[in-house]
C-alpha cells in the first residue's frame, strides 16, 4: 500500500463540486486570542524603488536567484510562470529542471506573496492556490498574491512517472492487507515493480526529488518574487517543507503558517502507527455523529455495531468486489473510498451515501471518492500524486522491513486501528523496492534564528494527529502552537473563528498569538 497522502486539495476539489456546502459551515464562538509580543517578521512589499537583495547563498546559484518570472494570463484569471531550478543543487552548473507557478492576484493592493502549499507529498501546488477562493478566506485573497507551485517532480514540475495508468489501477486497487500466502507474493511483486518503474522511466530524477531540494527551490521562488522573507502557508505535508525551509534558511522566515502539522523526527513506523490511530478516530467519530444526528443509524446502534458493518463490508469486498459502472470496487479502492470524506467532516454524509451504496450492493460511489483521492478522472490520472508520493517520500526515508516481518508488526498496528492497523502494517514495505539515492545530507530540524512560526493542529485530524503539532512545535525554537477541537483535517478555513481569526492576524499583521492558543 502506498502511505496515506497527507494533502488537502482533494478538500479543496471536493469543495468545488458541491461548494454550497461552504455556506453550511458553523463557526465556534470564541473569542480571538489576545495577540502580543513576540511578534512575527513585517512583510513589506517589494516596489521598483526599493529593490530587494537577490544575493544566493553560492555564487553558483546567483543566476537562479536573480531569475526574471515571465507571469502571462492562463486559465481564465490566473497568471502563470515557470521557476527555472538546479536539478542538483551539488552541481548547480548542471542540469536544471522548471517549476510550474500559478498567481491569483490580490483583490485589493497586494502587501506581498503568500506562498501556499497543500502537502502530499505530491499534490499539485498550482491547483491548490487555483482554488484559492474556496480555500482561504476573504482577508487573505484580499490582501495576498497567492503563489501556488508544484514541487520538483509533482504536477507539471519534471513530474515523476512510475507505472502506467493500467498498472496505477491495478497497484492501488489490490489488497493492502495480503492474508494468504499468494497474495502476499502478488502485494510484494507490485511493490517491487513501482520502485523499479520510477527508477526506469524518470532517470536521475528519482534521487533529486527530495523534500530538502524543494525548500531549496522555495528560497529561489522567494528571491524570484522578490520578497525579503518568505510569506508561507504549508499544510499537512507542506508543514514538512515549511519546517525544513526554516532549518535552511532561518534568516528568510517571515511568517510562517504550518497548519495540520507533521511530526518530523518520527520514523517511518511510528508515523505509520499515529496516523492509523487518528484514521480510527476519526471513522470512531463520524459513526457516533451518524448514531447522534439520526433516529436510526443505518450502521448499527452503537459504535463498535458500526465498526464491524464497516469491516464486514471490507470483507465482503475482498472475498467479492462490488460493480462500479464499468470497473469494479476492489478491496484497496474500498479503503481509499473509506478514509477521503473522513479528512472532513462537512462531507461525512458522502461516505454515507457510499457505504448505503456499497451495502446494497452498488460501489459506484466509494470508487468515485477513491478516484477522488488519487486523482483520477473517468479515463485517466488527472496528475502523478500517487507516484510522486512514493518517490518523495522513500527518498526522504527510504527504510522498510522485509515483507516477511509483516505480521510481527501487525498487533502493534491492530492495537492502534482495530479497523485500518494490519494495512498500515503493510505499508512500512512501501519503499522495498525504492532505487532513489539522496544527494542531500540529512538535517535536525530546529529552525534556530527564525521569526516566530505558527503550528497549528486538529485534536481529531484523521492524517496529522494532534501529538504531531504538538512535538513540531517543541522541535522548532520559535514555534507557536495553535489547537483547534475538532474534526477532519488541517484547521483554517474549517468554521472555527478562533483559528481563522488568529491565522489571519499573523499573516496579516504579524500578530503573533499566546502559546500555546486553544480554540
Known amino acids: 500500500m502506498k502511505k496515506i497522502l497527507v494533502w488537502v486539495v482533494v478538500i479543496a476539489l471536493m469543495a468545488g463540486t458541491i461548494a454550497a456546502l461552504a455556506a453550511a459551515y458553523a463557526s465556534f464562538k470564541d ?8 511578534t512575527a517578521a513585517p512583510t513589506p512589499s517589494p516596489t521598483e524603488s526599493e529593490p530587494v537583495d537577490s544575493s544566493a547563498p553560492s555564487p553558483e546559484l546567483e543566476p537562479f ?3 526574471e518570472l515571465d507571469w502571462e494570463a492562463c486559465e481564465g484569471d490566473f497568471e502563470c510562470a515557470t521557476l527555472e531550478v538546479p536539478l542538483n543543487y551539488s552541481d548547480p552548473t548542471g542540469e536544471t529542471i522548471e517549476l510550474a507557478l500559478l498567481k491569483v492576484r490580490a483583490r485589493d493592493d497586494s502587501q506581498g506573496a503568500l506562498v501556499v502549499n497543500p502537502g502530499g507529498p505530491g499534490a499539485p501546488g498550482t491547483d491548490y492556490a487555483a482554488a484559492a477562493s474556496r480555500v482561504f478566506r476573504e482577508p487573505l485573497l484580499r490582501a495576498f498574491d497567492i503563489i501556488g507551485f508544484d514541487p520538483r517532480g509533482t504536477g507539471d514540475s519534471a513530474p515523476i512517472d512510475c507505472i502506467s495508468d493500467d498498472q496505477l489501477d491495478v497497484y492501488l486497487s489490490a489488497d493492502a492487507n495480503p492474508d494468504t500466502t499468494e497474495e502476499a507474493k502478488a502485494y510484494a511483486t507490485l511493490t517491487r515493480e513501482f520502485g523499479r518503474g520510477c527508477a526506469a522511466l524518470s532517470g536521475d530524477e528519482v534521487n533529486h526529488v527530495s523534500t530538502i531540494e524543494a525548500a531549496r527551490d522555495m528560497d529561489v521562488l522567494r528571491s524570484a518574487l522578490r520578497e525579503e522573507s518568505l510569506t508561507y502557508l504549508g499544510a499537512s505535508y507542506g508543514t514538512k517543507l515549511g519546517a525544513t525551509y526554516a532549518e535552511l534558511f532561518p534568516d528568510k522566515v517571515g511568517r510562517l503558517v504550518l497548519d495540520g502539522a507533521v511530526d518530523v523526527s518520527l520514523d517511518n513506523r511510528q ?4 496516523q492509523a ?8 467519530a463520524y459513526i457516533q455523529n451518524c448514531i447522534d444526528s439520526t433516529d436510526n443509524c443505518f450502521l448499527g446502534d452503537t459504535v463498535d455495531e458500526g465498526l464491524a458493518t464497516i469491516t464486514g463490508l471490507l470483507a465482503d469486498v475482498e472475498e467479492s468486489p462490488l460493480p462500479a459502472g464499468d470497473r469494479e470496487l476492489q478491496i484497496g479502492n474500498a479503503f481509499y473510498g473509506i478514509v477521503t470524506p473522513l479528512y472532513n467532516k462537512d462531507y461525512w454524509f458522502l461516505l454515507s451515501t457510499a457505504l448505503r ?3 446494497d450492493g452498488s460501489g459506484t460511489a466509494l470508487m468515485q471518492l477513491a478516484d477522488l483521492y488519487a486523482s483520477r478522472g473517468p479515463e485517466s490520472y488527472t496528475d502523478n500524486s500517487s507516484e510522486a508520493i512514493f ?5 526522504d526515508d527510504p527504510s522498510s522491513i522485509g515483507f516477511g516481518k509483516v505480521a510481527a508488526e501487525i498487533p502493534a498496528f491492530e492495537e492502534a486501528s482495530p479497523t485500518f492497523g494490519s494495512i498500515f502494517a503493510w505499508s512500512l514495505t512501501t519503499c522495498r523496492g525504492s532505487q532513489g539515492k539522496t544527494t542531500e545530507e540529512p538535517i535536525e530540524i530546529r529552525g534556530e534564528g527564525a521569526a516566530p512560526i505558527l503550528v497549528v493542529g486538529t485534536t481529531r485530524d484523521p492524517a496529522t494527529p494532534m501529538k504531531w503539532a504538538e512535538a513540531l512545535a517543541v522541535q522548532l525554537d520559535s514555534a507557536v502552537l495553535l489547537r483547534r477541537d475538532g474534526d477532519g483535517h488541517t484547521a483554517y478555513n474549517s468554521g472555527n473563528e478562533c483559528i ?6 499573523y499573516l496579516l499583521d504579524g500578530d503573533v498569538p ?5 480554540c
Open 65 to 67: 536567484y536573480g531569475q
Open 277 to 284: 490511530a487518528g484514521f480510527e478516530t476519526a471513522l470512531r
Open 271 to 274: 508515523l505509520g502507527l499515529e
Open 500 to 505: 481563522d481569526t488568529a491565522i489571519e492576524s
Open 391 to 395: 518517490a518523495i517520500n522513500c527518498l
Open 357 to 359: 451504496g456499497a451495502l
Open 514 to 518: 499566546d502559546n500555546p492558543t486553544d
Open 31 to 38: 473569542d480571538p486570542p489576545s495577540s502580543g509580543p513576540p
